[in-house]
């Protein structure tokens, strides 16, 4: 347990579907983040949440949207979404947004059909 | 090109064996972080280096920041099955604050009793 909880673990949903990812830290940590892991390839930095103001956006599709009502809780809404969007989607939290250590949930494994 | 490489991509030792995997830039590493995670769950904090010539140990694992501060190496000494899993670099590419990180593909490793 590392203070960064993520649920669903695993979620399968259609093209059509409209889900949302929920993760939940306990570590007073003021800085949020959204990443995808894919197969083979780094991990991709999604989104990223300084105070629960939004301040980072990868050109990520907009059937992807974040959601941070406070610092310990950070939500991933999921709409119309293709199949290569099947990934493994992480949460971290960090003291500060930047370059220090990031604490990783345990992810949630998400496979469109 | 990715912005960091790992290699080997996969390595498969014999327990008792040591291995190096290494973390390659072709920018100045400004901070480097080492994480392993097991197949399908989230990153586990190993070691961060931020100074030339930094080494770090943590029980069997080593890691050191070489003085141009451009690469990195993890080694293990005397592998046992419980280091079996995905070894990912992280790193500060800039220098600035509020910088994200970014990761490398990650080191598969596979320990044989």
């Known amino acids: 347990e590392t203070g960064v909880t993520q649920t669903p673990r695993h979620l399968v949903m259609g093209m059509t579907n409209k889900k949302s990812l929920k993760c939940e830290q306990h570590l007073g940590h003021n800085a949020m983040y959204w990443y995808k892991q894919s197969a083979k390839k780094p991990l991709e930095l999604m989104f990223v949440?300084?105070?629960?103001?939004?301040?980072e956006n990868n050109s990520v599709p907009s059937r992807f949207s974040p959601e941070c009502p406070n610092s310990s809780h950070l939500f991933l809404h999921l709409h119309t979404l293709q199949p290569e969007d099947s990934a493994l989607y992480l949460c971290?939290?960090?003291?500060?947004?930047?370059?220090?250590?990031?604490?990783f949930g345990a992810g949630s494994r998400l496979t469109v059909l | 090109s990715q912005e960091l490489e790992q290699s080997p991509q996969s390595l498969i030792v014999q327990e008792g064996k040591n291995l190096t995997i290494n973390c390659t830039s072709s920018?100045?590493?400004?901070?480097l972080y080492w994480y392993k995670q097991k197949y399908g769950e989230g990153l586990i904090f190993l070691m961060m280096l931020q100074k030339g010539g930094e080494e770090k140990s943590h029980e069997k694992i080593t890691a050191k920041l070489d003085e141009k501060k451009q690469q990195s190496s993890l080694h293990i000494t005397a592998s046992q099955p419980s280091h079996a899993g995905i070894y990912l670099c992280g790193a500060d590419l800039s220098g600035e604050y509020g910088n994200k990180l970014v990761f490398g593909a990650g080191t598969i490793l596979r320990v044989k009793s």
């Open positions: 920018k100045t590493l400004y901070g």
């Open positions: 971290a939290s960090s003291q500060v947004s930047g370059a220090n250590v990031l604490t």
């Open positions: 949440y300084n105070f629960k103001e939004q301040t």
